[in-house]
């Protein structure tokens, strides 16, 4: 059972535009969550996280934002540059236990 | 920092064959070890979480298994691949609970 789901498989965005990548979360439980960013033949690296006593985490360009009561988050780049396309996993933790992962959303950011 | 080291990069093995999959952590001390596995259309699914040598949970039951002979050494076997164990297998390692780091995977195609 999908504990975290990214509905959207992929997204195509234009070179200095917004790039908005949603995350659903069925545990109420979840009290962390990460955003991933995977290149095609290589490991996931980190890019971004959120704890659960707070609605917004910001670094540089890169946004998070968590809505508890929707059980949703959402990653917010601005401006895309196509360096960024590549896939991003969502992620979510109860307290230090293993993190659930999302199928992930291919981001393809076009000159 | 923690750093991930996973070989080999790609693998072809025939149905019936066995496995071993080698992972090990440098940097750090006591990590909490994983394996994952992204199929495609599957996302990242967790299949073994290490806390310590020679503790492994099972996260999903199949044809595989882990062990942790060192502290900073995690393994993954099959006794007989099955054309289903094909994907990319991924080796992640936490400390405390900061995220995980990954390893650069290994891209596992069973003929």
């Known amino acids: 059972d999908q504990q975290v789901k990214q509905n959207s498989p992929s997204l195509s965005v234009q070179e200095g535009r917004i790039s908005i990548l949603n995350c659903d979360y069925t545990n109420s439980m979840f009290d962390y969550f990460l955003w991933y960013k995977k290149y095609p033949a290589e490991g996931p690296t980190f890019l971004i996280s959120?704890?659960?006593?707070?609605d917004k985490n910001e670094d540089g360009r890169f946004t998070v934002f968590l809505n508890k009561s929707a059980k949703h988050l959402s990653l917010h780049i601005v401006p895309s540059q196509p360096g960024d396309s590549a896939v991003y996993f969502c992620a979510a933790s109860p307290s230090r236990g293993a993190l659930n992962f999302g199928k992930g959303t291919s981001l393809l950011v076009t000159p | 920092s923690q750093t991930i080291h996973q070989w080999p990069a790609t693998l072809v093995q025939p149905v019936g064959s066995p496995l071993s999959l080698e992972c090990t952590v440098e940097g750090t001390s006591n990590p909490n070890l994983y394996w994952y596995r992204q199929a495609a259309g599957r996302g990242l699914q967790l299949l073994f979480y290490s806390v310590g040598i020679g503790q492994i949970s099972s996260e999903v039951p199949q044809n595989l298994s882990a062990s942790r002979p060192q502290d900073r050494q995690f393994i993954l076997s099959s006794k007989k691949l099955l054309l289903s164990d094909s994907g990319f297998y991924l080796c992640?390692?936490?400390?405390?609970?900061?995220?995980?780091?990954f390893g650069s995977g290994t891209r596992l195609t069973v003929v």
């Open positions: 992640a390692g936490s400390m405390g609970f900061d995220g995980y780091t």
């Open positions: 959120i704890s659960s006593i707070k």
